[in-house]
Nanobody, 127 residues
Framework: QVQLIESGGGLVQAGGSLRLSCAASGRTFSSLTMGWFRQAPGKEREFVATMSRSGSNTKYTDSVKGRFTISRDNAKNTVYLQMNSLKPEDTAVYSC????????????????????WGQGTQVTVSS
C-alpha cells in the first residue's frame, strides 16, 4: 500500500509560479514511476508529466512543455511539479500518481497505467 499526499496548490495570477509536492509513504518510492495528472472543471482528467524511477527520463504533455518541470527526490520520497508562466487554462485539480510496473517500453501517460493516486490539490490561475 502506498499513500500519496499532494500539497502546494493555491491561487496565483497568470504568469506566476507554483511548486506542487507529492509525498509518498513507505519505503517503495524509488521503485515507482511517478506522474502528475490534472482535471479541469468540466473536463476529463489528463496527463501532465511523468518521471522515471531514477529521474533520468521525463515526458510532458505538449501544453506544458517549457513551462512545467517534474523532479523527484528519492531520499525524501517526494516528487515535485514546478509550474512557471501559469495560464488560466492550467486551472485544475492536480493529482500525483504512482506506477508499480517495473518494465515498460515507454513512460506511462495513461490513467490506467498508474496504481496509486493522491487526493489532489487545487490550482487556480486568475487572469
Amino acid at each position: 500500500q502506498v499513500q500519496l499526499i499532494e500539497s502546494g496548490g493555491g491561487l496565483v495570477q497568470a504568469g506566476g509560479s507554483l511548486r506542487l509536492s507529492c509525498a509518498a509513504s513507505g519505503r517503495t518510492f524509488s521503485s515507482l514511476t511517478m506522474g502528475w495528472f490534472r482535471q479541469a472543471p468540466g473536463k476529463e482528467r489528463e496527463f501532465v508529466a511523468t518521471m522515471s524511477r531514477s529521474g533520468s527520463n521525463t515526458k510532458y504533455t505538449d501544453s506544458v512543455k517549457g513551462r512545467f518541470t517534474i523532479s523527484r527526490d528519492n531520499a525524501k520520497n517526494t516528487v515535485y511539479l514546478q509550474m512557471n508562466s501559469l495560464k488560466p487554462e492550467d486551472t485544475a485539480v492536480y493529482s500525483c500518481a504512482a506506477d508499480r510496473t517495473y518494465f515498460r517500453s515507454s513512460l506511462p501517460s495513461q490513467e490506467n497505467q498508474y496504481d496509486y493516486w493522491g487526493q489532489g490539490t487545487q490550482v487556480t490561475v486568475s487572469s
